[in-house]
């Protein structure tokens, strides 16, 4: 289900407003299209979340964008806390540590992953950290 705006909006001139607003200076890099990405243009439906929920649009979108950029700002410290991961942990399934092994016979080289519980989290990397 989408939740937008209902207004299309081209990817460069999002772009560049999200540049403006976070005062990012690097610019734009545009790169070719992906060998998938057959279409040119798009624009979310909102009928079923109108269906749905009695979803209609009551912020625009540069309003939205706006508020999003300044929502980040306010709650940054927050995020990159709850988004830091130990050496090996994958910010993909958190409580899972991952560490290269490799097989002593071969050159292979896998990934080992399993869960761990909060106990062991600290000891298991410490050790994958040294």
């Known amino acids: ?4 705006s209902g207004v299309e909006v081209r990817i460069l001139d999002m772009a560049e407003k999200v540049n403006e607003l976070t005062g990012n200076k690097a610019g734009i890099i545009r790169a070719r299209p992906r060998i998938w990405e057959t279409k040119k243009r798009l624009l979310a439906s909102l009928e079923r979340a109108r269906e749905l929920l009695g979803y209609k ?3 625009n979108f540069d309003a939205g964008l706006k508020a999003t950029v300044e ?3 306010t709650h ?3 995020i990159r806390r709850h988004a830091e991961f130990p ?3 994958s910010a993909a399934a958190p409580g899972v540590l991952a560490r290269k092994e490799q097989d002593t016979d071969t050159t292979d080289i896998g990934i080992v992953a ?3 519980t909060d106990g062991e989290r600290l000891s298991q990397v410490a050790e994958f950290s040294r």
């Open 71 to 73: 929502w980040f700002r």
């Open 57 to 59: 649009p009551k912020v």
């Open 1 to 4: 289900m989408n939740i937008a």
């Open 114 to 116: 399993r869960a761990m």
């Open 76 to 78: 940054w410290n927050e």
């Open 87 to 89: 050496p090996g942990m």
